[in-house]
C-alpha cells in the first residue's frame, strides 16, 4: 500500500488541516500517521518546518553544519516579514550549540531552552557538535524578552511510581512562573530507567493543542503513543526524535519499549498547567 499524503505544502512549509473526532474512526494506520506524525524535522544543513491549523503552532528543526549557521526565515503561510513578527518562540537545544537573536548570541548546552518573543527579527542557528535543535511556536499578541532556561538549573517535580513504571522527572521552561509568554507553554519530562509509561492516568485539555517530541531512545527502539477519544482510542508507533501533534479532543500518553524522554509543548486559550480533563485507567477503551 502506498504511502497516504494527508498534508499539502506552502513553499517549504508542510501544512496540516484540522480533524474532528469522528473522522479518526475511519482512519487507516497510515492516514493517523499523515495526520498526526511529524516523521522528518531534522535534516543536515536544513531547517524544516511543519504548520498545523491546530492552534496555529509551527514545529520545526534546525540541524546547522559545523562552521556554519542557519536562518529561520519567514516561510508563505504566516504572511509576515520575519517569522517572529506575529509569533513567539522555543527552542530547545538537543546537543551543544548557539541561538542568535538579533544579533545576540546565546550559548545553549544539552536540552537548555531559549525563549524568543515577538517582534524578533532575526533568528539563527550554529554548532561546531552536531546539534540539532527543536522549535516550537505559537501566535503572540504580547511582547516578551529573550530569555534562557538552563536544564541543570530548573526544579524538576518528580512524579509517579515505580509499581505503575512511570517514575519520571519534568522540567519546565516557558511557563507563567518561569520564562513568561503569551500563551506557549513548554517543557521536557525524562523517565526513569526500567520505567516506559508517559502521562498516565492519560487526560485531554479542550483548550489546547499539545505536541511531543520523543527524545533519547535507542534507534532500535520506539514508544506506542496512544491518541484519540478516551472511548475510542487509536495508536502509532513513534522513532527517536519524531513529534506528535494531539488535538484538543484527543488524549496524549505512551508507552515505549526502553526509557525516554519527551519534549512538551502547549498553546491555546490559557497557560494553566493544572487545567486537565483527567481520564481514569479504567474509563479508556
Avoid at 123 to 144: C, I, K, M, N, Q
Avoid at 254 to 266: I, N, P, R
Amino acid at each position: 500500500m502506498d504511502e497516504i499524503d494527508c498534508s499539502r505544502k506552502d513553499g517549504d512549509v508542510e501544512i496540516r488541516h484540522p480533524t474532528h473526532p469522528d473522522q479518526l474512526a475511519g482512519f487507516d494506520t497510515e492516514e493517523i500517521r499523515s495526520h498526526y506524525l511529524v516523521a522528518d524535522l531534522f535534516a543536515p544543513g536544513e531547517v524544516r518546518t511543519v504548520y498545523t491549523h491546530q492552534d496555529r503552532m509551527v514545529l520545526g528543526g534546525a540541524v546547522p553544519r559545523p562552521g556554519s549557521a542557519l536562518e529561520l526565515t519567514a516561510e508563505p503561510p504566516l504572511r509576515s516579514e520575519y517569522f517572529c513578527e506575529r509569533r513567539e518562540l522555543g527552542v530547545l537545544a538537543l546537543g551543544s550549540g548557539s541561538v542568535t537573536v538579533d544579533g545576540e548570541t546565546h550559548e545553549l548546552g544539552h536540552r537548555d531552552c531559549v525563549y524568543i518573543g515577538r517582534g524578533t527579527r532575526s533568528v539563527s542557528f550554529g554548532s561546531d557538535e552536531g546539534a540539532r535543535f527543536y522549535l516550537v511556536s505559537a501566535p503572540a499578541h504580547t511582547e516578551y524578552p529573550t530569555r534562557v532556561a538552563r536544564h541543570a538549573e530548573t526544579t524538576p517535580a518528580e512524579l509517579g511510581d515505580q509499581s505503575t513504571a512511570n517514575v519520571r522527572r519534568l522540567r519546565k521552561y516557558v511557563h507563567p512562573d518561569g520564562i513568561r509568554s503569551c500563551q506557549l507553554v513548554m517543557g521536557i519530562t525524562e523517565l526513569a530507567e526500567g520505567s516506559v509509561w508517559n502521562t498516565m492516568p492519560c487526560h485531554t485539555h479542550d483548550r489546547r493543542t499539545e505536541c511531543y517530541l520523543y527524545v533519547d531512545l535507542p534507534p532500535e527502539h520506539r514508544v506506542i503513543h496512544l491518541l484519540g477519544r478516551p472511548d475510542e482510542t487509536r495508536n502509532m508507533i513513534v522513532r527517536n526524535e519524531q513529534a506528535v501533534i494531539s488535538p484538543s479532543w484527543s488524549v496524549h500518553s505512551g508507552a515505549g519499549t526502553h526509557s525516554y524522554g519527551f519534549v512538551w509543548a502547549m498553546a491555546g486559550e490559557n497557560q494553566d498547567f493544572g487545567d486537565m480533563d483527567h481520564v481514569a485507567i479504567d474509563e479508556l477503551r
